[in-house]
T-cell receptor, first 116, second 112 residues
Framework: GAVVSQHPSRVICKSGTSVKIECRSL??????MFWYRQFPKQSLMLMAT?????????EQGVEKDKFLINHASLTLSTLTVTSAHPEDSSFYIC????????????FGPGTRLTVT | QKEVEQNSGPLSVPEGAIASLNCTYS??????FFWYRQYSGKSPELIMF????GDKEDGRFTAQLNKASQYVSLLIRDSQPSDSATYLC????????????FGSGTRLSIRP
């Protein structure tokens, strides 16, 4: 158990367009999902924490109007990068925690975004 | 002081030997500790978690926790070339239990 999927795995978009990334927990209910960004040779940077049915909590320095997060169900969270620019090119990874209250996070395979 | 500190490496270990990865954390109230493995270009994979002081063994992996010293380690026995990866230590924050903070990772290289 504890499988998390992400779609798409890779996306290339033009500067100024928006991109939506989906994160799904396939075999468990996830009350909390997390979105991370990772630049080459750097560690994971938490962008926001998302709880089902409520607004996401963004980390300092992350623009909530640029990175729209929706967590409409216990198995689905989406991240929309609005008006993407080349500096938004990165590896975006979601993770999910089980509803049981345990804190371990299970990661999706990630989405590589390239903005041209 | 960083919340979770790891030596970035690279740590080079001969095949078959024990690899020892270390991590220190600053939040004394932390209760949950995790080790993730990340291959280049892939997302992290949870390999161990530990909540209590002492050792926890799972196959070739042993996690060790010392809360008094705010120290957690991961031992990999009989190291294999496939163990070559970046190992991320992660710790939950007492102030925000659902959130975990990652260290910058230690790059491990197993030489044949």
């Amino acid at each position: 158990g504890a499988v998390v999927s992400q779609h798409p795995s890779r996306v290339i978009c033009k500067s100024g367009t928006s991109v939506k990334i989906e994160c799904r927990s396939l075999d468990f209910q996830a009350t909390t999902m997390f979105w991370y960004r990772q630049f080459p040779k750097q560690s994971l940077m938490l962008m926001a924490t998302s709880n089902e049915g409520s607004k996401a909590t963004y980390e300092q320095g992350v623009e909530k109007d640029k990175f729209l997060i929706n967590h409409a169900s216990l198995t689905l969270s989406t991240l929309t990068v609005t008006s993407a620019h080349p500096e938004d090119s990165s590896f975006y990874i979601c993770s999910a925690s089980r509803a049981s209250g345990a804190y371990e996070q299970y990661f999706g395979p990630g989405t590589r975004l390239t903005v041209t | 002081q960083k919340e979770v500190e790891q030596n970035s490496g690279p740590l080079s270990v001969p095949e078959g030997a024990i690899a020892s990865l270390n991590c220190t954390y600053s939040d004394r109230g932390s209760q949950s500790f995790f080790w993730y493995r990340q291959y280049s270009g892939k997302s992290p994979e949870l390999i161990m978690f530990i909540y209590s002081n002492g050792d926890k063994e799972d196959g070739r992996f042993t996690a060790q926790l010392n809360k008094a010293s705010q120290y957690v380690s991961l031992l990999i026995r009989d190291s294999q070339p496939s163990d070559s990866a970046t190992y991320l230590c992660a710790v939950n924050l007492y102030s925000s239990a659902s959130k975990i903070i990652f260290g910058s990772g230690t790059r491990l290289s197993i030489r044949p």
